[in-house]
Every structure is written in structure tokens, then in C-alpha cells.
């Protein structure tokens, strides 16, 4: 029987989170403190050997990525957090800015030190405007306390686009740019924001650094799937009986997820799917329900893990219909910037409509997966990358569905 | 070094170069929309996605650095397909009137169409219905051709830094529009056309204006003459298949009688006019304490820009007219009366490496001779379509000379074609003027060149003059940074709006690199060393004109009929 197991949001619920002094009563900052007291290298290969996965859905390993900032030579370097959050189901993030932003500031100070970055940004999603107060009174706090010493941190909102949750339409934005992915390399630990080395780093990421630094990154790699350690925060959303939050560990199954933390499907129906990790991430079908949700496991079966946002669809759902929704989703939110992205997810949508409104064919679909196929490695960025994830998994998996719509 | 694999073949190319350019280098030619050989890497149409070992994504070979080691396959199946799939989903909504393009022939979309073989497109084609731009009469805007490469955008902000253009919408809905979403004509443009040139396809040209030429040249009433400009005899070869610069001056002259003009004259006669015009208003500004840097006013693009960005300015501009201007001001008073032609019946068409010349005839300020001065201008582009109608063979076509009374120049006129060339010539006058010497050698070197920005300083008998000349307006605004600034330390200065002068004008043959600039700026430095006379002031021509007709520079005709005024534009926005 699987168990919860809180590492993120280890304060949830324990703290007033605009009371630094809870924070502190917790063991706050004391791991920032043993951090400045390790020689940066030392600290790194400690995030390293945790073997601690970036939780915003590429899984690059977090140590090695701050090593390459460590490493370039630059008057400023700067440390930014990914609080974008813009997948639809996704809370995770707002879940420990709103009740713990210490451990948010905390790790950002670490990576700071780590990396020799003095100024740090927090690209706050647009819709989350009530938490702009609840982030600046931290850092304040923890300036006034002098914890941070000459780290200083702005918090940005961004203005409701979803493509600046990708690193560097997010770093654009912050330039003051239209928010557009750049083409990589350079990637930002080289060359990011201002054309400095910049470590982007998600909420998530970062509230696991104060704990692997108090417990040792030995602790943290045993925790969980060895190849992707540690925990994971799942927001259920969905035909779902418990449309709550869980941390769990690495190896926990989707089949746990769904079936024990979320309580099953109401109303003694049966289960139909589940799509984890945001709009972008693949539908999942009953027979693959055993996977662990670790980031390998999930691309071995052709899904991400992503954001850990977990939608679950029932039987009386129609897929096609969701899956001609989500089309339309890629349309509005593609930048337009790369030609198979913004001509691509406008023919998906159409075709996806023409085939929900029953005047599709084979011929159609075959189409849809040529193109889902060719932009899933021709685009620019993530976006366009993983836009096409629903459509060529819902054929896959239910294809029955669609051959239904043909009139 | 960096050695890597493309498709087989081993390479060593330098460090920090692309897939692109090491595929290059053993002849693999890679497919490419987006990509400008001088300007920045956009990454963004992705046509040319290459296979490298190791890799799940395909790779854009135009932004991927080479690495040690590094294999790439730029033929498989899947980059076949991903590309064949970007392209029809480009075309699916780019309007299929290629027919009726201005590019037709000459675009780099309907290139690789043809290469990849697209027959019938998968997707719906569906184009997207923008209300084209007649704006201004230099250049028009298509918007529905445009694949959003944004080569325009960077040719307007970065190369002229006039940011006329920009993007408006996202995704789907993304747009490349002038300033505020409003009219060309409303925005900052100042019509060098330097985004013709960018773009790689019809999305945005010249205001083609052979039909009003055709019906002229009809109209038995009318007598129609031309004038050249210099910039135009190198380039115009390029677009009738010959090699830049190759075009013999006899036979253009010969082509241009051919397809209807009754009279063949040259700009470069007015070129030598403006010499003797704005060197002595140099010299008497340096002499009575003008305002200085005196600044060139050849180039209307560059004038619109002064009027646009640095009114306060204005009063450096030199107050000649441009030689196209001082020619169709004379043509119309002194050639017609030394003709016998009534002024009223002369139709002055003017051939020109530029789109901004379009807007400047049209001018109010452009009516001195009593008419309007010049009535039409064709870009040299326009001029390859009058000769590949014509059917004319050019290799067989005789020579033919020029008409008389404004049809002879120096070498001094044919360089104003090239950036620093009017300097040059100036310096080649004013030097004589001043010291009553004989200049022997007549070439300056450090005034030629595609260089942004070059400075030079002649000593005339003790007084040192220095000169400082500007090509492309994002160079042009740094000098006149310096001016505002009250830090300029120059006399003189010559812009020219395009990249390279004249010879890069947005009238040229659409010239996608500046190595083409550059063999064009040869060629005319190589006709000036050819002709026997290279100074201004040495024009037979020139100086019956003022014998007969203005009598002495800057006096009360040249005053009347070759210099003028200009004003702010007032622009809301700035």
C-alpha cells in the first residue's frame, strides 16, 4: 500500500506562512545556513548525487544544470523560478507558495550561492495576482532577518500566456519581449536572461533544496525511483472521487494514484483514462495503469509526467470531444513564432473538429498523426513538441472513438 | 577545427559554425525560409531540420552549432517528410496566385515548392483575406504572402533602425504590421525598401508602375525621356541573366530606346550637376559660418528619415535637390527650350535603384519647372521586366549613345552610385575650387567600401575639412547622435539610406546578401577608372549649362530650379 510522503510541502498546514519566525521554528533557513558553509563546488556535487530531477517536466538533473552556471565566467548571473504554472489541472506550485514561500526563497538563496547569482526573479503565473503580496512579504522578511544577505529577489507576473512556462519565452517575457521561446543552445545556465547565465528552476525544484541539503542527498536518492528520486505532487482533477492533492514518491503506479489516493471513479462508473502531467500530456489507457510516475517509466509507455496534474476521464466521456477541446487549446496558446507550431496546431484543431462534428474520415486521422508525428520533433519548443501528445494518443489508444464519429 | 559527418562526408570547419554552413562547405545544399546570410539566426521556419545521431528532435541546421564528432543526416525519410509537411503547411494558406506575383520566378517559397515536389496539399488551403497596403506610393504590403519570417522586421529595426514593422497577434493570428497595427504610410516608414529585399517572398515590393509607362510611351502626344541613375547599369544585367556589372553602356542605352523612350539621358549628368552645386554650398558654409556638418540629400530614403527622426536637424541638410530631381527640374525648362520640345508634351521618366525616388518625385516641393518635374520612376527592377518583355537579346543589341545636352558625365557622377561616392566626387571638386590645383590622383580609398561608417580628412591648403560618410540608417544614426549631441567633429557627411549606397538601393534586383552589394560597388569603381574624365567640374555638358542657362552655382536659377526645403513629418507617434 502506497503512502503519502510530504518533502515540498513537508509545512503545509503547520506554519502561518506570512510568520517567517514559523519557518524558522520549523528549521528554516538552516540548511541555507549549512549551504554558505560548503564550498560551492562541494554544495553542487551534493544536488548532483541527490540525483534530484527538474520537476517542471524535462527531468534534467538539477546539480548538473547549476554546474554549467557555476562554471561560466560572467560579472551576473541570475537564478529564476518558474512559477508560470499555466497547465490547466496544475496547483502544485501555488499549493507551497501560498503556505510555505520560505522554502520557495530558501532554495532559490541556495542556487544563488551555488551558482554566484546575486539577483533572482519569481515568474509568478498571471492568474495568480493574491500571491504577489504573500511572496514579496516573505522575501522581505527574509531580507530584513538578513538570511538572504545580497540575494535579492523580484517577483514578475506574467500576463496569462502559456508558452511562457518554457524557459525561454519566460526569460523573454522578463526581458520585457514578446513571450517567445529562443532556439537552444545556447541554453540559459550559459547564456539566459540579459544573455547571462541563468538557472530556471521550478517551484517545485527548488522547495526540495532546503530538505536534500538538511537531509543529505544519499537520503533523497533512496527515496522513491531510483532514476527519478524523491516525491512527486499530483493534482487530481476530473471524474475522480478525491479531486485533491498528494505527494507521493517516485514509485508510486498511476493505478495507485487514480484508484487509491484519488478513491476511483464516482458513481460506479468505469474508468476510461487518465492524462497526467497538463493538456500537453498523453492520454493513458486502463492497461498501462501500472507504470510507475517516474519521468522514464512514464516515456516508456509514450507519456510525460510533467506537471503531475492528473485528469481522469470516465466512460460516459467523449475522448474525441476532449481531445478536439484541448486541439482548440494549442491553437489560441501557440506563440506563432516556428511555422510547424503555428500552421500545425490550427490544422489539428481543424481537422480534430471536422472529425467531432462527424464529417471526418480515416483520411483525416491518418493526416493528424503525420502531422502530430512531424511536429512532435520539428518544433521550436516544448509547446509544439508536446501539443500534438493528445491527439496521437487518444488514435492510439482509442481509436474506436474516432472511427465511431465517421458518419 | 571541428570535425563532424554530414551525410557521409567528413568536414573540419571552424568552431562555432553551423550544420548549415559545414553542409555548405562539401556542397550539401539544406533547404532554408528564414534564414539571411547577414542577419541574425531565427531558427523559426524550420525547413531546415536535419537528422543528428543521438537526438529524438530534429535539429534546425541553420541555428546548430557543430560539434566534435557530431554525424547529421540532412536526407532521411523523417527529415523528408517533416520538411515536405512544414512546406504545405506553409502553403496551405499562402494565396496560389503565383502567376500574378511580383516575385513569381523569384521566390524563395515557390523554390522550394518546386524542389520538394508539393503537388496536391493535404491541408485545406485556406487563406487568411488581409486587405492589401497601397499606402505609400513606394511600396505596397501583401499580408496574406507573408510567412512570417521576419526577415523584414530585422532588415527595418536593425539594419535601418526605423522599426516601422513589427508583430502584432499571436499564434495563428500572428502578423507582421506597421507601427500600431495602422497604414505604412502612418508608421515611421521612410520607404528605403530595404524589406523588399528581406523578404523572401511577394509579401512586400515596389508600386510597379510599367503600365503607366506603357501608356505613355502610346501616347503619340507625349515625347518620353529617361534619365539613369548610376547605380542602375551595374545591376540592371543581373536581371536580364548576365553577370553584375556586364551590361555595356551602349547597349542598356540601346535597350532603353528599344522599349519606347524617344529620348536616352543620364542622371549621371545631373550627379556632376549637384557637385558643382553642393561643393560650393560646403565651401560657403565653411566659409560664412553655416550651419555644419553639412549632410548629402541625395538619398530620399535617408531624407525621409532625417525629416522623420532628427527634424531638428534639417537645417544641415544641403538644400540640393538630388540629382533625379535637379535633372527632371532642368529637363522640362532648360532641355526643352535648348530642344525646341514644348514642356507641357515631355513625359520624364526617371530609372531608378530605389523605391523612396517613387515618393519623391510625387512630392509638392517637386513642381519647380512648372509642371511636375519628374513624372514616373521605374526601379530597376521594373526595367528588367520592360526588357525580358521586349524579348530583347542584349549580346546581339549595337550600342547606341547617349542624347545630347544632359546625357554626358565623369566618373565622378557614375561613383555616386556606391556609398562614399558623392563624397569622393565632392572632394575631388572642392579640392580643385579651393587650392587651384590639379588633384593627381584622384581616388580616395577611405572613403569607398560597404564599412557603416567611414571618415576621412583632406587638407585644402591648410584648412583641414573632415568628412565622415554613413551607409544604412541604423549608421546614419549614430552620426547624427553625435550631431544632435553637438559632438559631431565633421564638416560634411554623407548618408545614403542603403546598405552599401545606391547600388543596394531597394529598387535593385532583389539582393538577398551583401556580397552581391559589394561586386556591385566594384563595378563601379571599376567604370569610373575606365572613363577619361572623372572630375565634376569637367563635364562638357555641365559647363555649357551654367554658360548658358544657370551662369554661376548656388546663383538665382540654380536657387530656383535645383534647391529646396524640407519639413518635419510631424510623426504622432515619436
Redesign the interface.
Known sequence: MAEEMRIVLRNYGKIDPLKIDDYLAQGGYKSLEKARAMNTADLIAEVKKSNLRGRGGAGFNCGMKWSFAAGAQAEQKYVICNADEGEPGTYKDRLIMENDPHTLIEGMAICAYAIGATQGYIYLRGEYPFLVSTLNTAINQAKEKGLVKDFDIEVRSGAGAYVCGEETALIESIEGKRGEPRFKPPYPPSEGLWSKPTIVNNVETFANIPVIIEKGADWYAGIGNPAYPGTKVFTLTGDINNRTFFEVPTSTTIREIVFQFGGGIPGGKKFKAVQIGGTSGAFIPEALLDTPVAFDSMSAIGATLGSGATFVIDESRDIVDVATRIAGFFEHESCGKCAPCREGTARTAELMEKINEGRGSNKDVALLEKLGTVMSYSCLCGLGQAAPAPVLTTIKHFKADYEAKFV | MVNLTIDGIKVSVPEGSTILQAASEVGIKIPTLCFHPDQS?K?????C?CEVEGN???Q?AC???VFEGMVVKTRTP?VL??RK??LE??L??HPQDCLNCIRNGNCELQDLAQEYCIREN???YKVRGFAKDFSTPALFRDQDKC??CRRCIEACSVVQSVNALG?E??????MVVPTLGKALIDSPCVMCGQCIHACPVGAIGEREQIDEFLAAVANPDKVVITQIAPAVRVAIAEEIGMMTGEMPMGTFVQGLRQIGFDYVLHTNFSADLTILEEGNELLKRLKEGGTLPMFTSCSPGWINFCETFYPDLLDNLSTCKSPQQMFGALAKTYWAEKMGIDPSKIYSVSIMPCVAKKFEAARPEMNDSGYQDVDLVLTTREIGRLFRMSGLDFSKLPASDFDSWMGKYTGAAVIFGASGGVMEAALRTVYEVVTGKTLEDVNFAATRGITGIKEAAVDLDGTVVKVAIANGLANARKLMEQVRAGESPYHFIEIMACPGGCIGGGGQPITKANVKRVERIEAIYAEDEGLPLRKSHDNPEVKTLYEEFLHEPLGHKSHELLHTHYHPKNKKFL
Do not use: D, H, W
Not at chain 2, 43 to 47: I, L, Q
Not at chain 2, 169 to 174: L, V
Open positions: 539566426i531558427a523559426n521556419c524550420r525547413v531540420v529524438r528532435l530534429l534546425a541555428a546548430m552549432p523523417k517528410e517533416a509537411t512544414i503547411l506553409i496551405s494558406n493535404p491541408f485545406e510567412i512570417l508583430l497577434g499571436r499564434g495563428y493570428n500572428s
